[in-house]
C-alpha cells in the first residue's frame, strides 16, 4: 500500500501536466493534475508516518488525504480512498486477496458518487464505477489474484475514459478526454506497476482515432458560472452535512463534501463566498478556507512587483551561500524530497504580498517534480512562477550567481537555467551497504565517486577518487571547479583535490566552499 502511494505520487507527478491541459470540465481553469499531485502528496506524507499495518497505512492515507484534498477531483479521490481504507481496515484483510482489492475499489465508486452533490456521467465517477465493476468481475472467476484484478480494473479504467468525450458534451466539444478520470487511470497504472512490474504505453490524448491537441482556456470574457471557488475543512458531526450540502447546492454548484466521523472536506463554486462560509459557520467549526477568484485563474497579470528565488539547500554552509545569494532558504538533508507545502511557505516568506514572481531551485533530482508542482499551484493564483531544474547542489549555485533580480522574468529564467544546465555535477560518498552500481560491485567502506548522478567510480581513498571523479569532469573541458566539502571532509582533501586540478588542468581555476552537507564528503562542479 505505501509503494502504491509513492508510485502514484511520482505517477501524476509525471502526467500533472498532461492532465491540467485537459482539464476543462467543471471549470476550465487547468488544475486537476496538479490538484490530484497535491492531493496524493498528502495522502503519501500520512502513510509514512503510520503504524506499518494495512489497516493503518491505509486509514492515514485516507485522512491525509481528506485534509489535503484540493479541487473538485482531489476530493472525490480523498473520498475514493476513504472507501478503500473502510474495506482494507476489516479484520483479517490483507491485500494479498483480491477480493478485497475488488471490494475497495467498489465502496470507494459508491463513497465518491456520494460526495458529489450531482453526480455527472462522463467525468472521474464513471471511470471509478467502470473499474470497481471490472474488478468485481475478476474476483468472481477462477483464480482472482491480486495482480489480475488490479489489471482488469486498470484496463476497465482506460476503456471508461476513452468513452468520456461520448458521455459530456463538453468534453467533446474540446476534443478531451475527461482529466480527473485520466488521473484515476494513472494511480490504477501505478499499483498495477507496483504488483507486476509492468509498465503502462504512453497513451496520446484521443477522442475516437484522432489525436488531439490540449484545449485552450476562455478568455476571462468568456467564462461564465460562479465567481469563485470555495473549500474549507470543517470539523461537524455527521447529522449536519446533508442540510450543510442543501444550503451550499443553493447558492453554487460543482459540490463535493467528503470525509467521515466529524472531519470533512467542502469544496463549493459559487457568487457568494461568504454565504459559503456561514454556511459551514452553522454546520460546525470551518478551517483552513480557502477562496480563489476563478477568473484569475484564466488570465495571470502580466507583471509582478518582485522576485522570490527558493533554494533548498542539503547543509548548513550551503544554507549560508544560497542566502548570501538572495535566495530564501530550506534545510533538507541530502536525498530528502521536500513537500509542496515546504516550498509554498518558502515562497510566502520571501514575499508577504503574495504577488511577486517565483522562482524554484530544487537542488535534488527528486524534488524537481514537486517543484513543478508548486509553481503550477502559485500560477493559479495568478503568479508567475518558474522552476530550475537543478538536480544538484551546485547547479543551484551556478544559477544563483547569474541571478539579476532586476532582468526581466524571463531572461533572467533562461539565464539561471543555460548556468545550470552548463554545470556538470559530481560527488564522493562512502557505500554504506554491497551494491552493483554502473562501475561494478561495491562492499560497505569502499569510496564512490559520481559523475552526473551515476557511480562512475569505486576506490578506496577519498583524494584519489575525487581527483578521478574531477578528472572526467573536466575531460570535455571546463572554466571553473566548485568543491563543497561535506561534514566527512577530512582536513586537507578539498586542498588535494586543487593540487590536482592545477596540476592537470592549469586552464581551470578552483573555489572551495564549506557546505555541511551530511553524507557527502564533497560535491562537485565544473562549468
Known amino acids: 500500500m505505501l509503494r502504491w502511494c ?12 498532461e492532465i491540467d491541459a485537459l482539464n476543462v470540465y467543471p471549470v476550465p481553469d487547468g488544475d486537476t493534475g496538479t490538484n490530484l499531485y497535491l492531493t496524493m502528496e498528502a495522502a503519501l506524507q500520512h502513510a509514512e508516518d503510520a503504524e506499518p499495518t494495512l489497516a493503518a497505512t491505509a486509514e ?17 479521490v480523498a473520498q475514493m480512498l476513504r472507501g478503500v481504507a473502510d474495506v482494507l481496515g476489516r479484520e483479517g484483510t490483507t491485500l494479498a486477496d483480491g477480493r478485497a482489492l475488488a471490494d475497495g475499489l467498489d465502496r470507494a465508486a459508491d463513497e465518491a458518487r456520494r460526495a458529489v452533490a450531482e453526480p455527472v456521467e462522463g467525468t472521474i465517477l464513471s471511470v471509478a464505477r467502470a473499474a470497481a465493476d471490472a474488478a468485481l468481475r475478476r474476483a468472481e472467476a477462477p483464480d482472482p489474484t491480486l495482480p489480475a484484478v488490479a489489471l482488469a480494473a486498470a484496463a476497465a479504467a482506460h476503456e471508461a475514459l476513452d468513452r468520456t468525450p461520448a458521455q459530456l458534451d463538453v468534453l467533446r466539444r474540446a476534443g478531451v478526454v475527461d482529466a480527473g478520470g485520466r488521473g484515476l487511470t494513472v494511480l490504477l497504472d501505478a499499483f498495477d506497476t507496483v504488483l507486476t512490474g509492468r509498465r503502462p504505453l504512453p497513451r496520446p490524448r484521443t477522442v475516437g482515432t484522432h489525436t488531439v491537441p490540449a484545449p485552450a482556456l476562455p478568455s476571462a470574457q468568456e467564462t461564465t458560472g460562479p465567481a469563485y471557488e470555495v473549500m ?15 444550503t451550499l447546492a443553493g447558492i453554487g454548484d460543482s459540490l463535493v463534501v467528503s470525509g ?17 462560509i456561514e454556511a459551514g459557520i452553522t454546520a460546525g467549526r470551518p478551517h483552513r478556507i480557502s477562496v480563489t477568484y476563478l477568473p484569475v485563474q484564466h488570465h495571470p497579470p502580466a507583471t509582478a512587483q518582485q522576485r522570490v528565488v527558493v533554494a533548498f539547500a542539503a547543509g548548513d554552509g550551503l544554507a549560508e551561500l544560497f542566502a548570501e545569494a538572495g535566495a530564501v532558504v530550506v534545510a533538507t538533508a541530502t536525498g530528502h524530497r521536500p513537500s509542496t507545502g515546504e516550498m509554498l511557505s518558502a515562497v510566502d516568506r520571501g514575499d508577504a504580498t503574495r504577488t511577486g514572481d517565483v522562482v524554484i531551485l530544487p537542488n535534488e533530482r527528486d524534488a524537481v517534480p514537486v517543484a513543478e508542482a508548486a509553481a503550477a499551484e502559485l500560477r493559479t493564483h495568478g503568479r508567475r512562477a518558474a522552476v530550475i531544474p537543478t538536480v544538484a547542489q551546485v547547479q543551484g549555485l551556478a544559477a544563483l550567481a547569474v541571478h539579476e533580480p532586476h532582468r526581466a522574468f524571463d531572461a533572467d529564467v533562461v539565464a539561471m537555467t543555460a548556468a545550470a544546465g552548463q554545470t556538470r555535477h559530481g560527488a564522493v560518498t ?23 548522478g551515476d557511480f562512475a567510480v569505486i576506490g578506496a581513498d577519498l583524494l584519489e577518487v575525487a581527483t578521478e571523479v574531477v578528472a572526467r569532469m573536466l575531460a570535455a573541458g571546463g572554466e571553473l571547479v566548485t568543491v563543497v566539502t561535506g561534514d566527512a571532509a577530512g582536513e586537507g582533501l578539498a586542498d588535494g583535490v586543487a593540487r590536482a586540478v592545477r596540476r592537470g588542468h592549469p586552464e581551470a581555476d578552483t573555489v572551495v566552499y564549506r557546505g555541511g552537507q551530511p553524507r557527502y564528503p564533497l560535491l562537485l562542479g565544473v562549468e
Open 260 to 276: 467521515a466521523g466529524d472531519e470533512w472536506n467542502v469544496h463549493v463554486h459559487t457568487d457568494d463566498a461568504g454565504a459559503a
Open 6 to 17: 509513492r508510485a502514484g505520487l511520482d505517477a501524476l507527478a509525471a502526467a500533472r501536466e
Open 232 to 246: 474549507y475543512l470543517l470539523d461537524a458531526p455527521q447529522e449536519r452535512i446533508d442540510p450543510l450540502k442543501r
Open 430 to 452: 562512502i557505500a554504506a551497504k554491497q551494491a552493483v552500481t554502473m562501475a561494478g560491485r561495491c562492499e560497505p567502506g569502499d569510496v564512490l565517486g559520481v559523475v552526473d
Open 60 to 76: 492515514a492515507a485516507a485522512r491525509g488525504a481528506l485534509m489535503g484534498a484540493r479541487g473538485n477531483s482531489g476530493i472525490i
